[in-house]
Nanobody
Framework: EVQLQASGGGLVQAGGSLRLSCAAS????????IGWFRQAPGKVREGVSC????????YYADSVKGRFTITSDNAKNTVYLQMNSLKPEDTAVYYC???????????????????WGKGTLVTVSS
């Protein structure tokens, strides 16, 4: 059974940092790309960042470039999203997801993936 367990959300002041983790199990980790989506209240879900666990290539939405960093620890089947210089507009529920070629799909604006974890809430206060 495919499982994606997201954690690390919380409340932080603007300018602060958080690190999200996505622990994966039930599939061959190296065969998939792992990404993060977020959904703010009243807004559509958007792709934030993605990493190809095979070759380490990454994707970032323009809104987070230079502030967020995605990494993968293949030995632990875990992907991390380091979020720095957080802004109130980053407030959202963050979901990790997995799919073959997810990073490419994100570049084209996909809001869908084959597998999803439960979300973790990130709240950035001004």
């Amino acid at each position: 059974e495919v499982q994606l367990q997201a954690s690390g959300g919380g409340l932080v002041q603007a300018g602060g940092s958080l690190r999200l983790s996505c622990a994966a199990s039930g599939f061959t980790f190296d065969d998939y790309a792992i990404g993060w989506f977020r959904q703010a209240p009243g807004k559509v879900r958007e792709g934030v960042s993605c990493i190809n666990t095979t070759n380490g290539s990454t994707y970032y939405a323009d809104s987070v470039k230079g502030r967020f960093t995605i990494t993968s620890d293949n030995a632990k089947n875990t992907v991390y999203l380091q979020m720095n210089s957080l802004k109130p507009e980053d407030t959202a529920v963050y979901y990790c997801a997995a799919q073959h070629s997810l990073c490419l799909a994100m570049e084209y604006g996909t809001r869908y993936a084959d597998y999803w974890g439960k979300g973790t809430l990130v709240t950035v206060s001004s």
